[in-house]
C-alpha cells in the first residue's frame, strides 16, 4: 500500500507559478513511477505528467509543455510539479497518483494508489 498527499496548490494569477509536492510512504518509493493528473469541474480526470521510476523519462501533456517540470527526488519520496505561466484554463483539482513497475502509463486507469488532491485556481 501506498500513501499520496498532495500539497502546494492555491490560487494564482495568471502568468504566475506554483510547485506542488507529492509525498509518499508506505513502500519503496523508488520502485513507483509516479503522475499528475487533473480534473476540472464537470470534465473527466486528465493527464498531466508522468515520470518513470528513474526520473529519467518524463511525459507532458501538449497542454502543459514547456510550462509545466517534473521532478522526483527518490531520498525524499517526493515528487514536484513546477507550474509556471498559468493560464486560467490549469484550474483543476490536481491529483497525485502512482503505479508499481518502471514505465508511467497516461492512463489513470494504469495507477492503483491516488492523493487526495489539491485544488489550483489561476485567475484572469
Known amino acids: 500500500q501506498v500513501q499520496l498527499v498532495e500539497s502546494g496548490g492555491g490560487l494564482v494569477q495568471a502568468g504566475g507559478s506554483l510547485r506542488l509536492s507529492c509525498a509518499a510512504s508506505?513502500?519503496?518509493?523508488?520502485?513507483?513511477?509516479m503522475g499528475w493528473f487533473r480534473q476540472a469541474p464537470g470534465k473527466n480526470r486528465d493527464f498531466v505528467a508522468v515520470?518513470?521510476?528513474?526520473?529519467?523519462?518524463?511525459y507532458y501533456a501538449n497542454s502543459v509543455k514547456g510550462r509545466f517540470t517534473l521532478s522526483r527526488d527518490n531520498a525524499k519520496n517526493t515528487v514536484y510539479l513546477q507550474m509556471n505561466s498559468l493560464k486560467p484554463e490549469d484550474t483543476a483539482v490536481y491529483y497525485c497518483?502512482?503505479?508499481?513497475?518502471?514505465?508511467?502509463?497516461?492512463?489513470?486507469?494504469?495507477?492503483?494508489?491516488w492523493g487526495q488532491g489539491t485544488q489550483v485556481t489561476v485567475s484572469s
Open positions: 497518483a502512482a503505479r508499481e513497475g518502471g514505465t508511467a502509463p497516461l492512463s489513470t486507469a494504469s495507477y492503483d494508489y
Open positions: 515520470i518513470t521510476w528513474s526520473g529519467g523519462s518524463t
Open positions: 508506505g513502500r519503496t518509493f523508488s520502485n513507483y513511477a
